[in-house]
């Protein structure tokens, strides 16, 4: 005698999107039980400082491609910073990243909570009659994703409760759609001795140069996103990022290409020197001991570079690590950080990292603006030495402000607090950093242990004209920092001396042709 088959699932209705404090990419609010009923609906719960968000968005994009009239993603933005909470700040994300799908500001985590949520990116798969499938989280979940969907697909064809019949949103980019001359530039190198400024043009996917005064020289890429080598107006980028220079040798984290890129600046070609082209998201080689052939190797979201003699440092901010590149032997391989996301000092190889974006030099150290930490570490050069943090204390301890980097008991005495720096350079004893999410460049005393606000209004002077909108990117020449000013499409110049900030006459600079 068989036993007797389990009775079937009984359907959990998913909670509805209530509580949202605004809709982007959309006319309005959207409605599981009326707007989207009959649709497959997958819920991306994000957050727009995360690497791993950043990272689930290709398959996103794929999905939503492949099951055009039967699916809809939903981005449900939750935040950590506080900076993130602002719709204004989530509506620039939506562009910079190029998302095309509704989002919702879930400011004060309500659609979080009603879904029980515990992490960023976890995807909730809804069924067309308003049923939760389930849950799941992090990367690579794009095969898994795709099966569900399609068995979806087939079983609410065949009970009649499928619309396929396509929606169409009111996107953001409708209204912003790329044609400044610059669109979210993210990284910026001056070049004091050839007088020339290299500008990560990020989301027109190129590379802008003009001389210090910013009168355009040229422009490294078409301005479509790929990874084509070649001459400069054949190449491609996929939002560049952190540059280093020597002599007319440029070299370029391509970011979302997951490759190093190495520009001739007299022949005027591209080629790639370090990955495959494709995201390494494992963690083998997070545990390499030895260097490995530098095109052998996937990299990981690479988002700057500092050079020093023939090693190239990167900020591996998808690995969590720093990793180097020897530009002799051409190879590869980590240089400090275990590849696990948090905050701990220590050995090279035992400290941990939290999506470092910022790396610069004084010839001795490395400096690193650890984003997710909102911290400042010091990393000794020569493959030897403790890893030290300067500013931060946790991946949930951030805030804007000034003082001592680190108090023997900070329960006591107030620490220097950061919010999601992503940009950091060295000049005279001093660190500048693009303190991102507080819009200001501040400035830390390697003498004196002291962090302080260079420049950038402070929280009183509301009505005036902000200096910075989530700057990422500092380098300094001939006594002035540029800034990459990323959400207001600009270059900053910010005086050492005086503190005045001014914004660079870019003339002779272009958007990039409208594609085909």
Known sequence: MTDPAPPPRKPIPAPELEGGVAWLNTAGPLSLKKDLKGKIVLLDFWTLCCINCMHILPDLAKLEKKYANQLVVI???????????????????????????PVVNDADHRIWNAYDVEAWPTFVLIDPEGNLVGYTSGEGRYELLDKVIEKLIEEHRKKRTLDERPLRFDLVRFREGGDTPLFFPGKVLADAEG???????????????????????????TGQAGAADGPFDKCQFQDPQGMALRGNTLYVADRKNHLIREVDLQAKTVRSIAGTGEQDGGFTHRQLNEPVPARSIGLNSPWDLCLV??????AMAGHHQIWAYDLKKREIGPYAGTGRENIRDGPLRFADFAQPSGITTDGRFLYIADCETSSLRKVPLGGDGRVETLVGRGLFVFGDVDGPG???????????????????????????????????????????????????????????????????????????????????????????????????????????????
């Open 75 to 101: 981005g449900v933005h939750s935040p950590k910073f506080e900076n993130e909470k602002d719709t204004n700040s989530i509506r620039k994300a939506i562009l910079r990243y190029q998302i095309e799908h």
């Open 195 to 221: 007088k020339r400024l290299f500008i990560a043009d990020s989301t027109h996917h190129r590379l802008v140069v003009t001389d210090l005064e910013g009168n355009h020289l040229f422009t490294i890429g």
């Open 309 to 314: 003699g023939d090693t190239l440092y990167i």
């Open 406 to 516: 680190r108090v023997a008991d900070p329960s006591s005495a107030q620490e220097a607090r950061l919010q999601h720096a992503i940009g950091v350079v060295y000049h005279d004893d001093k660190l500048y950093v693009a303190d991102t999410y507080n819009n200001k460049i501040k400035m830390f005393d390697l003498r004196t242990g002291r962090l302080e606000t260079f420049a950038g209004h402070e929280s009183d002077w509301p009505l005036l004209p902000q200096h910075f909108h989530e700057p990422a990117g500092v380098s300094y020449a001939a006594g002035k920092l540029y800034v990459a000013d990323t959400n207001a499409h600009r270059i900053q110049v910010v005086d050492l001396k005086t503190r005045q900030v001014s914004t660079l006459p870019l003339r002779g600079v272009q958007p990039p042709a409208p594609q085909p």
